[in-house]
Nanobody
Framework: QVQLVESGGGSVQAEGSLRLSCAAS?????MGWFRQAPGQEREGVAG???????NYAASVKGRFTISRDNAKNTVYLQMSSLKPEDTAMYYC?????????????????WGQGTQVTVSS
């Protein structure tokens, strides 16, 4: 079992930036970020392999950057040019499958979430 603890959420104005962090209790092949807005289904944001290869949802590509520090078992999500539609609960996830695309079925372990609110 892998425990995940997110941090770094908060409130920011549109066009602002935030960095989310997620510390894992053990190393996993894949780490990713997902988000869920009120009344909507959870969606994938970004995924990263242990090698550093990344995948992004089209809605965040060019604005968000996922990275990881394997020595610290930590994954980050740098969010820039934030929009009100980015407002959501953001979840960190970890997985051991072969694909690290941000698809829920690829991830077995989940954090409790951190809220991001972007105001216009």
């Amino acid at each position: 079992q892998v425990q995940l603890v997110e941090s770094g959420g908060g409130s920011v104005q549109a066009e602002g930036s935030l960095r989310l962090s997620c510390a894992a209790s053990a190393s996993t092949r894949c780490m990713g970020w997902f988000r869920q807005a009120p009344g909507q289904e959870r969606e994938g944001v970004a995924g990263i392999y242990a090698s550093g290869t990344t995948n992004y949802a089209a809605s965040v590509k060019g604005r968000f950057t996922i990275s990881r520090d394997n020595a610290k078992n930590t994954v980050y999500l740098q969010m820039s040019s934030l929009k009100p539609e980015d407002t959501a609960m953001y979840y960190c996830a970890a997985g051991t499958t072969t694909s690290c695309t941000p698809v829920e079925s690829q991830y077995q372990y989940w954090g409790q979430g951190t809220q991001v609110t972007v105001s216009s």
